[in-house]
């Protein structure tokens, strides 16, 4: 079996639209307080509320796509996703801006986790190491460009303009996934599962090993992903002076770091073995972090760009690899396991973005310390999945 082009930049594009969603409508903030009548704080909730909705959303869906097959989950998820970007687009004030976020976070949630599981049905082992890259290449590139995207089209044509334009993207997904992919969990492979048996179903998973070691690892980093996204408006625009136009420049060179390692990981997994290579990453990831905790105090531009490149290498090295080591054992279960994943994710990207603002430490140590920490997490679920999977002694 070969990796289909075609497949993979569709999967990419169902998994990156919930992220691009989101990061597009961040230069728009100012503006859209302004017309919504909301304060800062208040705008605060359409990303909270998104991200809860969407972390609870895949709980739910995973288990539905294993008992009613991936695409009408998919089809009808990606409908109500673009029902919420055209509601959020007439929006008039905060509470109509909220209901358009909790359903767009309610319909897209299907799209992103089951990108993953859907990989996971027509791949295994190295390719599905390579699908699972460029899946994750795509979802780190969409919150990369998008700030920049969404700073030039609030600029041009106002806010409103970035709800239709993903309401659009949604439509484009509807049509190709109609057109050019199929139902990739046959019916001979599904199960139906009661309420019951589905709670029992994840807490069984989340006390398996297998699962749980690589899928916190692969968690705490994408933590830290969300962590320099919330924090680097704040040290570049406020502390170093930058516009957000620059801000946005920046974002999307740094996604050529992860593009690049993501790209060359699987390759590397080739040669020396996924869990080998994925500890060398997160070594790398933990190497930037230092560096951001020991250079943050009257940190340049060049100094915060190094210890930031650094941190994503690794991360991109390791998103990818981590999440092909979690789901690889459980090709029978692969829509729960990734709905897991996506939850775990979610939560700890929640949390990581929101000790920027709740830790009363300078934003740039935190970063630092949020970004180490990832890394020794990463580190450490790693070596013991390695040592827990490693074949005993006869």
């Not at 408006?233 to 620059?246: H, K, W």
């Not at 994503?312 to 999440?323: E, H, K, R, S």
Request: aromatic share 8%; hydrophobic share 55%; with cysteine.
């Amino acid at each position: 079996m070969s990796t289909s082009t075609g497949n993979l930049v569709l999967l990419s594009g169902l998994a990156a639209i919930g992220t691009l969603s989101t990061t597009i409508i961040l230069p728009s903030f100012p503006a859209m307080a302004t017309a919504l009548n909301a304060s800062a704080d208040e705008m605060a909730l359409t990303l909270s509320s998104f991200f809860i909705v969407f972390a609870l959303g895949q709980l739910l869906v995973g288990p539905l796509s294993d008992r009613y097959g991936r695409r009408p989950l998919i089809l009808g998820g990606l409908t109500l996703f673009v029902l919420g970007s055209l509601l959020g687009a007439w929006a008039s004030d905060l509470n109509t801006m909220i209901a358009a976020r909790v359903t767009q976070a309610a319909g897209v949630c299907a799209a992103s986790v089951l990108a993953r599981a859907v990989a996971r049905d027509l791949y295994d082992g190295p390719l599905l190491a390579k699908a699972l890259a460029f899946i994750m290449v795509a979802m780190a590139a969409a919150p990369g460009f998008s700030p920049l995207l969404g700073s030039l089209i609030d600029s041009q044509f106002g806010w409103r303009t970035s709800f239709v334009l993903v309401a659009l993207a949604g439509v484009v997904l509807i049509i190709s996934h109609s057109l050019f992919m199929g139902e990739s969990h046959e019916p001979s492979a599904r199960f139906s599962m009661t309420a019951g048996n589905i709670a029992r179903a994840y807490l069984h998973l989340a006390s398996d090993r297998r699962f749980a070691l690589p899928a916190l690892a692969v968690s705490t980093v994408i933590g830290g992903l969300y962590a320099f996204f919330a924090s680097a408006p704040i040290i570049m625009m406020r502390d170093m002076g930058y516009s957000s136009l620059q801000l946005g420049l920046f974002f999307a060179a740094t996604v050529l770091v992860v593009f690049s390692a993501g790209i060359l990981a699987p390759r590397l997994a080739l040669r020396w073995g996924a869990t080998q290579v994925i500890i060398v990453g997160s070594l790398l990831a933990l190497s930037g972090g230092v560096l951001q905790v020991l250079m943050h105090e009257g940190q340049s531009l060049a100094q915060f760009t190094l210890a930031i490149c650094l941190f994503l290498a690794g991360m991109g090295v390791i998103n990818p690899l981590g999440t092909a080591v979690t789901l690889q054992p459980f090709a029978q279960q692969a829509g729960l396991a990734s709905s897991l994943l996506g939850f775990l994710q979610m939560t700890i990207a929640a949390i990581g973005s929101g000790f920027i603002s709740a830790v009363a430490l300078p934003p740039a140590l935190t970063l630092g310390l949020l970004l180490s920490g990832a890394a020794v997490c990463s580190l450490t679920g790693f070596f013991l999945h390695q040592a827990n999977t490693a074949p005993q002694p006869a």
